[in-house]
């Protein structure tokens, strides 16, 4: 078997898939049940694509959008469906347990959202409709696939397909030299950054023998840890640390998020993020990736620090949004440096929460842009909460709870994170956390103080909320609501995902085994 | 009536709130509005007298208590109750409430609706946190406290409101965050956020690691409460807030929302770190003892008249710290006394102030002079409410400061001797403002011309004069229910002492 060795190194997943026995068993019913999200995605954004040409391009919004949103809402239906067949599938290289359907809900219930903020935008800004949702509904298959892949060269093809499409997203508003900016820096960098993220999988196959997370997993837990494993961790966290958008992998992310479209960036600071941290969760804890810890500790404090100090300064809505996401994900990030189980749940809950409140607070933002974006800046929102009293107030409470007010979701999202940090003894970040948080009140007090103590200029439109927008933005407001007043059901869940994602993989696949044992 | 009493807190508390979303309802007519959000104060008033009344005033437990599951995980309870020292300051909101409405009937005209919706929704946040018994309860009214006052201070407010709105936001927020930070770590050692749980178990020693950590916490919650009384020197933002403030915001915010803090030391530093609190007495005397003196010095030398009140409160406030660090009955009794008293002198003293920049657009002691021969009937409100802020015996300030400096006597000769010259400061301040104000000769024309207090105004002033008298005369029906709440405060605080071996 010397030779298969050496093949492997060049091959790892082809390997793996054949000595996991594929030329023996071909892929069962079961299989395309745990799959089925992804395909009912895959197909409808296919069907998008076939019916576009055959449209009256100035009257196929509404209809694509359409076809879109039912696609959203026939994979959210199907992710019920596919929880009830838990277990592997593709010889080992997805699986179907409660921390995967946690997160295709989250994930397709946010590609929903964009949907349908993105309505009236594509109208508004006359923008070609198929080849956008069509792009969104493939992007949310790989950021579904990343959260059920415990193959790491999968989970590379998924990220693969969730940024590509994100990074065409980025660049969709054509016309606008700060769009194709936004879409060309996006792309380059992260590239540059998934390149990071593939030698980190290869390093990690060089030490452990496989790509399998189970089998890697086993084999860190064993005991002697080769050296490698540990510039495969760190090489992996650039990777993701640039898709969350943390520090210091962060410089990308105020450019792009001001040049894209606004319902995209609503998307992608949400979507691809909750995804990647899915991933995160995976590669750190479920893998029990080797010198984690201050990689994390320091990544942390200095994206919640950097985030904060820099959105102070914002005078661009998008930015200072950008900004603030990079707080957030520093606030993630310390769930990540605690007690694996308590960190696991409360990194699931404020990836669900921190999507609720920003989709809808960029769903507001997206609305009020108006044609070509003319209206991002502070100043325009003076005034806003007399002229539009419903939509200020709207933003307000997301902006409330990004900040962490009570009866909010990111309220409870910060505390279980801030509790998690206590009771693992993480007093430090702790405490950087919630000077943070108290640095973060005072730039999205800045945009309520505009909206309700400044006189308006007068000369920005404010126009009529359009029904799917008004659907989007109740659907955000309820679900914030949720999680701030009830969050014990949501996050029950999370525990119990996260018992079952950190127990010791006891039931390893013997195929994967007899792959470390030849080593 | 005692089938109300279970869900009678519930009803108090969120009447004002149920009525604020009413009023989202009804259309923009301002007058609508404004008798509707009346009714609702009001009716919110007749329910929370049924706490005092019926209100077993015997030793110890909570009152009225209500104990719900809200949350399993974490473990939050629907946990509510009063006893002596809080059901007067929720009878105190309830009571300066409808007098903010009927206050704000004509010098609020646009947004008026926004407005009273924010006034009413604040008045549920701040009966709320009297009333929660558990600690996350407590922190989510008390941060819902903040909203509405910043709003209304940003919104209605003049000068520089934005300024005082967001550095009254900023300071009282990051001053909770170090109490939101304590209170998590109390859950985590004990799994829970009651406040009667979390009492018995440090009083156990059934708290894992709490030796260590307890100064820290008593500073965590010191800190964010020491921001709301304001203790000097995390004053800065009071002047500013009150001077800017539209008159119904400052005098909930001088009535209702100090005695947040002063409320918190009490139920929590007291009441949760006994040893500690009795540990830093010394040091928290001192900074009342200054914040009188300085509060009142400053007081005297302000050419603004709601600059000088809003310093005054520095001034008082003072009092009810030292009162409570006192650790006697006298101090303790005197210091919650003094927290209504101060409600209605000072909550009266911005109204009548409020009253006087409506018909001239000016706060400056300057501008005024001689109007007790234009304005007779104003006059003499103002002087029965000056009165009862000085401590005039047989008037409200009397018997709650005379109470707290016996206290500082017991405790520590010079801290009474150096306390009560605040006393004497506050009656030069408030009498020296008040001759400058109404007596001598009319200097400015424009003075001789203004109207004296109409039917609205006297029916909101009068029931602070009215309580500023009873409160003088027969302090016992307060304190005949402070009392007994007290005493088991202060057992508690005594049990500690044997324990410290002081």
């Known amino acids: 078997m010397i030779w298969l060795t050496g093949v492997s190194h060049a091959f790892p997943a082809l390997l793996a898939q054949i000595q996991a026995g594929m030329p023996t068993s071909l892929p069962q019913g079961a299989d395309y049940m745990r799959i089925l999200p992804e395909i009912v995605l895959s197909v409808f954004g296919m069907l998008i694509m076939v019916v576009d040409p055959l449209l009256d391009p100035d009257k196929s919004h509404q209809s694509l959008g359409s076809i879109a949103l039912v696609g959203a809402l026939a994979a959210l239906a199907s992710t019920a469906w596919m929880a009830q067949y838990p277990g592997t599938a593709f010889w080992n290289m997805v699986r179907v347990e409660a921390f995967s359907v946690f997160f295709h809900f989250l994930v397709i219930a946010i590609a929903a959202v964009a949907i349908l903020s993105s309505f009236e935008y594509l109208q508004v800004q006359r923008i070609r409709a198929g ?90 837990r064993s005991g002697n840890v080769p050296m490698l494993a540990y510039v495969a961790t760190a090489l992996m966290f650039v990777g993701l640390g640039f898709k969350v958008a943390s520090a210091p992998f962060h410089v990308w992310t105020p450019d792009v998020y001001e040049g894209a479209p606004a319902p995209v960036v609503g998307l992608m600071s949400t979507g691809p993020k909750a995804a990647a941290f899915a991933v995160l969760l995976r590669v750190m804890f479920e893998a029990n990736a080797p010198g984690r810890f201050w990689l994390i500790w320091v990544s942390a404090a200095l994206s919640m620090t950097l985030g904060n100090l820099g959105a102070l300064v914002q005078d661009n809505v998008k930015r200072l949004l950008a900004y603030s996401s990079i707080a957030h994900a520093g606030y993630l990030l310390v769930a990540f440096a605690a007690q694996p189980e308590l960190g ?3 990194a699931m809950f404020y990836t669900a929460a921190y999507a609720a409140m920003n989709v809808g607070a960029f769903a507001v933002v997206s609305h009020f842009a108006n044609a070509g974006e003319k209206y991002v800046s502070l100043e325009d929102y003076a005034g806003l909460g007399r002229r539009s009293p419903v939509l200020a107030a709207t933003l307000t409470f997301f902006l409330m709870s990004l900040i962490g007010i009570p009866i909010t979701g990111g309220f409870f999202a ?7 940090a206590l009771k693992s003894g993480l007093v430090g970040l702790s405490i950087i956390l919630v000077l943070n948080s108290a640095i973060a009140a005072y730039y999205y007090l800045r945009i309520i103080v505009m909206m309700y103590m400044r006189e308006g200029r007068g000369e920005v439109p404010v126009t009529r909320v359009p029904a799917a927008t008004a659907i989007a933005i109740t659907v955000c407001i309820l679900l914030t609501l949720y999680l701030g007043v009830l969050p014990g059901r949501v996050l029950d869940f999370a525990t119990q995902s996260a018992r079952q994602l950190v127990s010791d993989p006891t039931v390893v696949s013997p195929s994967s085994l007899t792959l470390v044992l030849k080593r | 009536m005692e089938s109300l009493s279970p869900i009678i807190l519930t009803l108090v508390t969120f009447i004002p709130a149920a009525g604020g979303l009413l009023i989202l309802l009804i259309p923009r007519r301002d007058r609508d509005i404004k008798l509707f959000a009346l009714v609702v104060s009001i009716l919110a008033f007749v329910a929370s007298l049924h706490l005092p009344v019926h209100m077993h005033r015997e030793l ?31 009878v105190l909101t309830t009571f300066l409430t409808p007098l903010c409405v009927l206050i704000s009937w004509t010098s609020i005209h646009e ?42 201070i940003g919104m209605y407010g003049h000068g520089r409101k934005v300024y005082a709105a967001v550095k009254f936001f900023l300071f009282t927020m ?57 203790i000097f020197p995390l004053h800065t933002w009071l002047p500013d807030a009150h001077v800017e403030a539209p008159t119904a915001g400052s005098v909930l915010l001088a009535g209702v929302l100090l005695k947040m803090g002063t409320y918190g030391l009490i139920r929590f530093n007291v009441g949760l770190f006994p040893e500690q609190a009795r540990r830093n007495a010394p040091w928290i005397m001192v900074l009342a003892l200054i914040g009188i003196i300085y509060g009142a010095l400053v007081s005297l030398v302000q050419p603004n008249m709601k600059k000088l009140i809003a310093y005054s409160s520095v001034s008082h406030l003072g009092f009810v710290v030292l009162g409570i660090f006192s650790f006697t009955t006298a101090g303790l009794n005197g210091a919650v006394f003094v927290m209504l008293a101060h409600g209605v002198a000072t909550g009266g003293l911005f109204m009548l102030a409020g009253i006087l920049y409506e018909r001239r657009h000016t706060y400056e002691i300057s501008e005024f002079g001689g109007l007790a021969t234009t304005m007779p009937k104003y006059a003499t409100f103002f002087l029965v409410t000056v009165l009862a802020s000085v401590g005039l ?18 405790a520590k000769p010079i801290y009474g001797i150096l306390a009560a010259t605040g006393v004497i400061w506050s009656a030069g301040y408030l009498l020296w403002m008040y001759q400058r104000v109404f007596f001598g000769k009319v200097t400015h024309d424009v003075n001789l011309t203004l109207p004296d207090l109409n039917m609205r105004e006297k029916v909101a002033l009068s029931p602070i004069a009215i309580a500023a008298l009873v409160m003088g005369v027969a302090p016992l029906i307060w304190l005949s229910a402070i009392d007994p709440a007290v005493q088991a405060a202060l057992g508690l605080t005594q049990l500690a002492s044997k324990v410290v071996g002081q």
């Open chain 2, 111 to 152: 947004r008026v609706k926004e407005f009273f919706i924010l006034l009413l929704i604040l008045e549920t946040a701040l009966i709320g946190v009297f009333t929660s018994l558990d600690l996350f309860l407590f922190y989510f009214f008390y941060e819902a406290t903040l909203i509405p006052m910043a709003l209304l």
């Open chain 2, 174 to 230: 990051i001053g909770s965050m170090f109490m939101l930070a304590a209170i998590i770590w109390l859950y985590a050692k004990t799994g829970s956020f009651d406040f009667a749980i979390i009492q018995s178990a440090i009083h156990n020693g059934a708290v894992p690691g709490f030796e260590a950590a307890s100064f820290w916490l008593f500073l965590g919650f010191f800190v964010a409460f020491a921001v709301k009384v304001p």
């Open chain 1, 414 to 420: 910060k505390f279980y994170v801030l509790s998690a």
């Open chain 2, 393 to 410: 015996p047989l008037m409200s300030g009397f018997i709650g400061e005379f109470l707290v400096l016996s206290g500082a006597f017991q």
């Open chain 1, 131 to 220: 080849e956008y949702y069509a792009l969104i509904l493939f992007g949310t298959v790989g950021m579904c696939l990343m959260s059920s892949a415990i193959e790491l060269v999968l989970i590379f093809i998924a990220l693969e397909i969730s940024s590509i499409s994100t990074y065409v997203l980025a660049g969709f508003r054509r016309r606008d030299a700060a769009s194709s900016e936004s879409s060309l820096k996006y792309f380059l960098l992260g590239s540059f950054a998934t390149a990071f993220f593939l030698y980190g999988v290869a390093m990690m196959f060089g030490a452990t023998g496989s790509t399998n997370v189970d089998a890697i997993s086993l084999v860190l």
């Open chain 2, 60 to 90: 110890g437990t909570f009152k009225f208590e209500i104990d719900k599951v809200w949350i399993t995980t974490p473990n939050i309870h629907y946990h509510m109750g009063i006893d002596g020292i809080s059901v007067w300051l929720v």
């Open chain 1, 344 to 346: 696991t749940s409360a």
